[in-house]
């Protein structure tokens, strides 16, 4: 059973939008953190923002003020609208739901990714 799904991924130009959509099951989903996290070649996986229960959310500073994240807990969807897209955004973009199992011990679910290219 795939637990969590990212798609939206796909080409676009410099300065262009992208929305990405995370599915997750509803049980994971309602007591998940959800994240996207990115990962160029050649580097780090990296997270780019995070969203709680309760709609906090926090970014990289890389993308502050381009992308937001959101979720839509009806549908066990989180969002990641990313916009002024420059190349450096290019990457495999995974989403990821943390799900706290203890009061110290987490568990994760990770997406199988999906592709951001960003041209010129």
């Known amino acids: 059973q795939v637990q969590v799904a990212e798609s939206g991924g796909g080409l676009v130009q410099a300065g262009g939008s992208l929305r990405l959509s995370c599915v997750a099951s509803?049980?994971?989903?309602?007591?998940?953190?959800m994240g996207w996290f990115r990962q160029a070649p050649g580097k780090q996986r990296e997270l780019v923002a995070s969203?709680?229960?309760?709609?906090?959310?926090n970014y990289a500073d890389s993308v502050k003020g381009r992308f937001t994240i959101s979720r839509d807990n009806a549908k066990n969807t989180v969002y990641l609208q990313m916009n002024s897209l420059k190349p450096e955004d290019t990457g495999v973009y995974y989403c990821?739901?943390?799900?706290?199992?203890?009061?110290?011990?987490?568990?994760?679910?990770w997406g199988q990714g999906t592709q951001v290219t960003v041209s010129s």
């Open positions: 990821n739901a943390v799900t706290p199992i203890t009061s110290a011990q987490t568990s994760r679910y």
């Open positions: 509803g049980r994971i989903f309602s007591m998940s953190r």
């Open positions: 969203i709680t229960n309760g709609g906090t959310t």
